[in-house]
């Protein structure tokens, strides 16, 4: 399948890019291109198209990057919408989770009621609210014997290498 791309080339630090017809099994920067069809500059915002030579190859069956896309679009060459060529960015765990929470709970109230399910989870933040904080440490802390002994487990590592 043919691709409409771009092709970096320019100094560095300093990028131009050529537009350029090429298989989209090969890399960009191969220089096997099909046909050369303009050139973008971001730093001067200088764009040069090959109009009806982009028309040619898209009624053939070439397909646009997303970013040749906009640049298109831009131009007035294609008709549509842009593509949102950034990634999505992905949500904090903690508002995910929040969010999966609340959704179901406001799925099954009634407009202008308050959802049972939220009803009793202020009823059990209440009831730990009231517990006391130093039974709860009790519980989870643990006991003297318990814990292993640490530097004799060392020891014993030290002897065999």
Known sequence: MLMIRYQRVGRK??????IVVTEHTSGPKSGKNVEQLGSYNPKTKAVTLKKDRIEHWM???????????????????????????????????????????????????PE???????????????????APVEEVREEEAPAAEEVPEAPAEEEEKKEDA
């Open 59 to 109: 009624s053939v069956g070439a397909k646009t990057s997303d970013s040749v896309h906009n640049l298109l679009v831009k131009e007035g060459v294609l008709e549509g919408g842009k593509i949102n060529v950034l990634p999505k960015k992905s949500p904090i765990a903690k508002e995910v989770e929040e969010t999966e929470e609340a959704a179901p709970a406001a799925e099954a109230a």
């Open 112 to 130: 202008g009621e308050e959802a049972p399910a939220e009803e009793a989870v202020t009823e059990e933040a209440a009831l730990a609210e009231e």
């Open 13 to 18: 630090n300093d990028a131009a890019f050529r």
